[in-house]
């Protein structure tokens, strides 16, 4: 039986699987990214790990990477993985395949996470969407018309990177107060002193300054929504990630935050809801991308 090997990049983990064309995942593995994760060591890491989960790489067809940023066109090279040291322009699709014999294509973590979804989660029922992943940093999608955009050199869908306050606080993409800064797992802790897992806690038993605190989270969200609804008018918007283990408090505040700053023609019926592939989106949309290279190749 054909099977591809899916794999998401992380800061602190490189998570694999092992995935048939209907997107069953056969096995799961994950082992610890190098710290610091140069390049040299993470791909060394990687191929370690891919000969663990498949030895000898029997029936395995195609290899997808999840990174950390956004990749060329072509799906070979890392452009640069802004939270990893030395990523810049690095062939990860060509070394992975000089060195496993076997055919490697890359594409952003988030955009990824958007083909997991829209593979076999939240979004395989929609056309015009896009995905927020909230965590470390913030990622996202953008599907037209069911296709994922990339734009013309591959780098579209960065949604964290859009400004939110001119005079904020620094980004690592550039664009200081942008919206990560807002909501990422970093700016949560700057705010509060507290990792979201904690102010999940402290809400669910009631805390009303952690409720607070996730009601002012979800208005950013929701002002950072209403430019990308003003630009994209999608269907739905699917928030992932691991901050989205708190969305029952915040996602509410969203949704009126959206109401009051998006007229009805650029939001006719929209939704904000849940991912629901969670930790294993990265690693399901890259076991897409490589399925869909193989394709392209018959």
Request: proline letters at 4%; hydrophobic letters at 40%; a negative charge.
């Amino acid at each position: 039986m054909t099977e591809v090997i899916g794999i998401d990049l992380g800061g602190t983990a490189i998570k694999l699987g092992r995935f048939t064309q209907q997107g069953t995942c056969l096995q799961s593995l994950s082992v610890p990214t190098p710290q610091p994760a140069y390049p040299d060591a993470t791909i060394e890491t990687m191929v370690y790990a891919i000969e663990k989960l498949a030895p000898g790489m029997a029936n395995i067809s195609a290899i997808g990477v999840a990174t950390p940023g956004p990749a060329d066109a072509a799906g070979r090279v890392a452009k640069i993985a802004i939270n990893l040291e030395g990523w810049i322009d690095i062939p990860v699709a060509t070394l992975i395949q000089s060195r496993t014999g076997v055919l490697t294509v890359i594409g952003n973590d988030g955009n990824c996470a958007g083909l997991g979804e829209h593979w076999l989660g939240a979004g395989k029922n929609y056309r015009n969407w896009v995905l927020l992943t909230l965590g470390t940093g913030v990622g996202g999608a953008v599907f037209l018309n069911g296709e994922l955009f990339t734009g013309h050199a591959g780098s579209a869908g960065e949604l964290g990177s859009i400004s939110m306050d001119p005079n904020g606080h620094a980004c690592n993409s550039g664009n200081n107060g942008s919206l990560e800064q807002f909501l990422s797992r970093q700016a949560i802790y700057r705010s509060t002193g507290k990792e979201p897992q904690e102010l999940g806690e402290l809400a669910a038993a009631g805390d009303r300054d952690a409720l607070e605190f996730w009601d002012d989270y979800g208005r950013n969200l929701g002002i950072g929504l209403a430019t990308i609804l003003y630009i994209l008018t999608p269907e739905v918007a699917i928030i992932g990630g691991g901050i989205s283990a708190s969305a029952k408090y915040f996602l509410s505040a969203a949704k009126r935050e959206i109401e009051q700053r998006v007229v009805s023609t650029s939001r006719p019926g929209f939704e904000l809801i849940e991912a629901t592939l969670g930790n294993r989106a990265g690693i399901t949309g890259a076991a897409k991308l490589a399925w869909d290279m193989l394709a392209r190749k018959k």
